[in-house]
């Protein structure tokens, strides 16, 4: 056999090793969230676009309320802005709110209040970037569609050793097609759902709990003593973050 096809076999080896163990791993019960193991696609919007740039603890309180105001996308939509400003306030970046209030009366006025199941009509909502559209898609719909965060990039590129700087160009594509490729199509809610819970409860960017992670034996990272070092993130970006997206900086799982 050639190298280059032992390589291969190796990596193929290691992706289905992956995708197994965090399958098998994933029990939803030990980190019950309210909008966890639903498919009302205007809750799981509604979450997601709250837990942009803020933390799930904080979040929380503030979904809950939103859901109670206003138990439909056709309820936020008829809405007062200055009551929906009002309901948002302590959780900063206003400009969500102003997004929500827009994306929730285009669907009201110009979709017969049907939101949109599809991944690109997902994505034409204002404040909807790549991140958040394939949360939704896989979660309401359950579409094929992996969700790549600061989560994901981290599991990943510990556990498959890539040292691509994640916020480059070359980056984001790498990670965006391994992480197409690990999805599990046929289970495309719980795959997300468990890499997300597994970057936010095992794999996590200070003192990952490798002791028990149901992935070690194969860890890159953990292997080759390279956890600290990452992911890999650009100087240039970390100055210049004005070019990545605010919607998909997702602090929370
Ligand atoms: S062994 Fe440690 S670094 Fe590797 S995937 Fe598991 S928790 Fe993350």
Redesign the pocket.
Known sequence: MSQAVSRYNKSMDQQHFFQRGLIAWYQPENRPLPWKGINNPYHIWLSEIILQQTRVEQGMSYYLRFVEAYPSIRDLAAAPDDEVMKLWEGLGYYSRARNLLAAARYVTTELGGVFPHTYTGILALKGVGAYTAAAIASFAFNLPHAVVDGNVFR?LA??FGISTPQDSTAGKKEFTQLAESLLQRDQPALYNQAIMDFGAT???PRN???GQ?P??TE?V??RDKR?AELPVKSKKADQDRAFFSLFDLQLRR
Do not use: D, M, N
């Open positions: 599991v510990r556990f095992v794999c996590l990952p709990k490798c992670c992935l070690h860890c990272a953990l956890i």
